[in-house]
């Protein structure tokens, strides 16, 4: 079965400082991974997916992450934070069975930028 | 290009109520999903629904009906509310099919007295 864990609940960082938020996946097969954010009150957006192509995933506000099978993990980094990053982050693993896309989110990551 | 669109946005019921929610697809989908998200959590698969029948469903006792429409849209029915329902449920569209993104609504936020 298909699982996700972020291993950090609450992230704080200052502008202008990198972001790290940690996922690690369980999959019985290739999976397909993405992250999304939640801003407050605000539903979900997409920020990037990896579906087994290239590794290193770019997606939307400068993050990116980095699919690495061997530590079965998808990192969502960023060089620099901006205060509008604050926001819940959700790392999530999708399971397509009969042609039917469902997916497992985590828990998720609350990030918190500061002046 | 319109979105996913819910509606109501928030609704407040007491315990043994009934309540209806509102999905529209994103145009051009034809697959509707809906969430759970419980207060600090992530969001819970409920089900999904694709020529107008369920296709999927996740842990959610059978209080918990849908329906999709000729149109793609879709209803979450929760009947004999519980307080653990108060909740924000989503609700995604996508293509059959695809393995790429789910476009989420806004979201209804429902409180259970």
């Known amino acids: 079965a298909q699982s996700v864990t972020q291993l950090d609940s609450h992230v704080s960082v200052s502008e202008g400082t990198p972001v790290l938020l940690r996922c690690n996946y369980s999959?019985?097969?290739?999976?397909?991974l993405f992250w999304y954010v939640q801003h407050p009150n605000k539903g979900l957006q997409l920020l990037l997916k990896?579906?087994?192509?290239?590794?290193l995933v770019k997606g939307i506000n400068g993050f990116e992450a980095e699919f690495k099978k061997s530590e079965t993990s998808f990192h969502l980094t960023k060089p620099s934070a901006h205060m509008s990053d604050a926001a819940e982050y959700f790392c999530?693993?999708?399971?397509?069975?009969?042609?039917?896309?469902?997916?497992?989110f985590g828990a998720g990551t609350r990030l918190a930028v500061h002046p | 290009d319109a979105g996913v669109t819910q509606s109501p946005t928030h609704l407040i019921k007491t315990r043994g109520q009934q309540v209806t929610l509102r999905c529209s697809p994103k145009?051009?989908?034809?697959?509707v999903s809906w969430y759970q998200q419980a207060l600090g959590q992530g969001p819970q698969f409920i089900f999904q629904?694709?020529?107008?029948?369920?296709?999927q469903r996740g842990n959610f006792p059978d209080r918990f009906s849908g329906h999709q429409f000729p149109n793609y849209s879709s209803e979450l029915n929760v009947n004999a509310l519980l307080l653990g329902d108060s909740a924000l449920y989503l609700c995604a569209s996508s293509l059959f099919g695809d393995t790429g993104e789910l476009f989420f609504g806004e979201g209804s936020r429902l409180t259970v007295l």
């Open positions: 145009s051009g989908h034809d697959t």
């Open positions: 999959s019985s097969y290739s999976p397909s």
């Open positions: 999530v693993v999708s399971r397509l069975s009969g042609g039917y896309n469902k997916l497992i």
């Open positions: 629904y694709y020529e107008e029948e369920e296709r």
């Open positions: 990896y579906t087994s192509a290239a590794t």
